[in-house]
């Protein structure tokens, strides 16, 4: 027997009631009846007779009234009669284009009583032609109400301008994320800890009057972990976590951001305590008043909505906020007042021992090979973030399995950072002329670099272009070191001039390939004479003279009350460091010209030299200090 699945009503269930658009319809629908039977009702009560028989009628004085509308006439018999078969009291009829000019008059004669009236329909008609455009508009208006409020929901078309955006967490939730899966940051995760364990166990920090910090703000450079924090947290933590990008906030239409604000700090406050982390807020939380659109715009509302959550009338101190920046110095000042933003925890680059403790994770599901050492990559990538050492990692994987290899081995990450450092080699080959040229530069980058103090030893030198470089000449860094002494920097300006005067001792002129090296000492020697007080002329001062401004993004020359005869000073004492660290360079390379040389048929013959090579060609050198902490890089 076939399954019968209609939905049937209870047998006590009340009878289904109309709804007010229901009787509204309806009633629309009994007046356009009425009209239509009144209509048609007139239409067979008054029969239609000819325009001959009507002509008749009135020469025999048979008509007592007539109506004449446009082309249509109507009347009434004085006394009913058959005409033309018919039993006619009232009737209706056709007038001509052009009536007869004597019908009139012959009217008046009889005696008949005459209206005249403009062509249209019939009253019953009229009064529902009156009323059916209101009808009409007020139930579009009630359509598209309807329309709009189905297209705003959340699953309509235009539900995502409302939607609350923010993805929750629960301890149960599938992020597995935790404290000891984010290598290094030993001082973030202690910060990052306190938080969890008081809104796990507020009364033990609350019983010394101890308060929670209302907001957390995590400060560093992009790829340094601080979204991979974050995800600890919500990981770590036993309380509700809510995570939501500050692009997200901003929206086409005014009022959206600040909507999905009030939306998001209602829903943590429903659970709390609970954790609130924004990610990239400087999108929303940029100073006010500074940007090129005016004072009154959706991010300021969105960033004064948001101030007022996080520190108003209403606010809850079991939820916390943490945020995420690379760019602290625009954010608004009341975003970074006690109160809202307490603590600012910095997320740096990471040293030699953090640098060691990431590879090691990355590594630890990757097969290696017996010559790769993660202490000296670790060693040998100073200035490498976090996502830089997962993408170094990555990168060499990749390489042994174009190699076919079945583990990855030292010369995958030697070509996995020459890669990330330098670039992919270029397909274009250099011409005679040219790859002679730009041996010769790289060879007094690498002259200068063996025989002078207060520099790292030389890695490598190379002659194949890659990415924007012609050529490079590479160093081994040393311990992690966070300031450079002035013997120091005026060491590393005379490695970059090496190329320079190289080329001018053995051509009598440079050539274009010197920009950057020339761009990096300007560079360097402004700073020591206008910042770093390495200038006995100009003195210990601080001059601010080239910014870049946070909201153009472009390199401006402020106002910063510096006189024009400073800035001329200025200058005169960077070109005389500049010429100083020259003439040094042009003078190590005359000294060494025959181990000069030498590197450059070694690097003309085989394009790279490695380091062993380079200590064999270019011989021993006492009076070299301690290795410099960071990688320098010369290209040409």
Known sequence: ??????????????????????????????????????????REANP??????????????????????????????????????HPVANFRTMMPLAPEVDLLPLLRK???????????????VQILLSVLPWVAIIGVWFWLSRSAS????????????????????????????????????????????????????PARFQRLGGKVPRGVLLVGPPGTGKTLLARAVAGESGVPFFSMSGSEFIELFVGMGASRVRELFAEAKKVAPAIIFIDEIDAVGRSRGTGLGGGHDEREQTLNQLLSEMDGFSRNDLTVVMAATNRPDVLDSALLRPGRFDRRVMVDRPESAARLSILEVHAKSKPMGQDVSLQDIAQNSPGFSGADLANLVNEAALSATRRGASAIEAIDFAAAQDKIVLGD?????????????????????????????????????????????????????????HIASQPELEARL??????????????????????NDLRQGTEIAYRMVAQFGMSDKIGPVFFEHRVEHPFLGQRLATDSGISDLTIYAIEEETRKILATAYEDAKTIIAEHRTAFNDLVKLLLAQETVERAELERTLGSNSARD???????????
């Open 48 to 85: 239609t007779i000819s325009y001959t028989a009507f002509y008749t009628l009135v020469a025999d004085a048979k008509i007592e009234t007539l109506t004449i509308r446009g082309q249509n006439a109507s009347g009434r018999l004085k006394i009913p009669e058959t005409v033309e078969g």
């Open 1 to 42: 027997m076939a399954r019968d699945d209609t939905p049937r009503l209870p047998s006590n269930a009340p009878p289904p009631r109309l709804g007010w658009k229901n009787w509204v319809a309806l009633g629309v629908l009994l007046a356009g009846m009425y009209a239509w039977q009144a209509y048609s009702s007139n």
């Open 494 to 515: 005379r490695v970059l001039m090496g190329g320079y005067a190289a080329e001018i001792l053995l051509y009598g002129h440079p050539s274009s390939g010197a920009e």
């Open 150 to 201: 189905k297209m705003m929901s959340r699953g309509g078309p235009f539900g995502g301008l409302v939607k609350q955006r923010s993805h929750r967490f629960e301890k149960e939730s599938s992020v597995s994320v935790t404290f000891d899966d984010v290598a290094g940051l030993k001082a973030a995760k202690q910060d990052l800890r306190e938080i969890v364990d008081f809104l796990r166990e």
């Open 626 to 636: 301690a290795p410099e902490p960071s990688m320098d890089i010369s290209t040409h």
């Open 425 to 481: 080699a270029r397909e274009t080959r250099l011409d005679r002329t040219e790859k002679r040229r730009v041996a010769i530069h790289e060879s007094g980058h690498a002259v200068v670099a063996h025989f002078t103090a207060d520099t790292e030893p030389l890695r490598r030198v190379s002659i194949i272009p890659r990415g924007m470089a012609l050529g490079v000449t590479q160093q081994t860094p040393g311990e992690d070191k």
């Open 110 to 124: 009889q005696g008949v009583k005459v209206d005249v009236e403009t062509e249209g329909q019939s009253p019953a």
